[in-house]
């Protein structure tokens, strides 16, 4: 049976790593833990424009090779300004390793609608 520090210190956080020929290049997209998760879907609870919900989705997965996310929240915006057919399949993979099911995509389309004007969003949440 595993002990307590077994269980705590077990590195189960997986990734996955995607060519982005468009960015001359490669991403590692990583398993956000509970806390972070939780900290998105918060971040996620009001309506955001879609450019917006797949740059906060990437800031919070995107992550170095020892699983440091790469982006922080005053990153979003410059992300969004990204090639949209590239933040959608990042996206895509971002979500199946983190298991985000139909309910949670449902969700989140929901989500991407337009933002009433004024609206900033939520702060990026932190792994």
Same mark, same amino acid.
């Given at each position: 049976?595993?002990?307590?520090?077994?269980?705590?210190?077990?590195?189960?956080?997986?990734?996955?790593?995607?060519?982005?020929?468009?960015?001359?290049?490669?991403?590692?997209?990583?398993?956000?833990?509970?806390?972070?998760?939780?900290?998105?879907?918060?971040?996620?609870?009001?309506?955001?424009?879609?450019?917006?919900?797949?740059?906060?989705?990437?800031?919070?997965?995107?992550?170095?090779?020892?699983?440091?996310?790469?982006?922080?929240?005053?990153?979003?915006? #410059?992300? #969004?300004?990204?090639?949209?057919?590239?933040?959608?399949?990042?996206?895509?993979?971002?979500?199946?390793?983190?298991?985000?099911?139909?309910?949670?995509?449902?969700?989140?389309?929901?989500?991407?609608?337009?933002?009433?004007?004024?609206?900033?969003?939520?702060?990026?949440?932190?792994?």
């Amino acid at each position: 049976m595993l002990t307590r520090e077994q269980i705590l210190q077990a590195r189960d956080l997986g990734s996955e790593t995607v060519s982005v020929p468009e960015w001359g290049g490669d991403v590692v997209l990583g398993v956000m833990s509970g806390k972070a998760r939780d900290s998105l879907m918060e971040a996620m609870a009001e309506p955001q424009k879609t450019s917006r919900f797949q740059a906060l989705m990437l800031a919070s997965t995107i992550v170095d090779d020892n699983g440091a996310q790469v982006f922080t929240a005053e990153d979003v915006e #410059q992300l #969004q300004g990204k090639n949209p057919d590239v933040l959608a399949r990042l996206v895509a993979v971002a979500m199946r390793i983190n298991n985000f099911g139909s309910q949670s995509t449902a969700a989140a389309e929901k989500n991407s609608e337009a933002a009433p004007s004024g609206s900033s969003g939520s702060d990026l949440p932190v792994n």
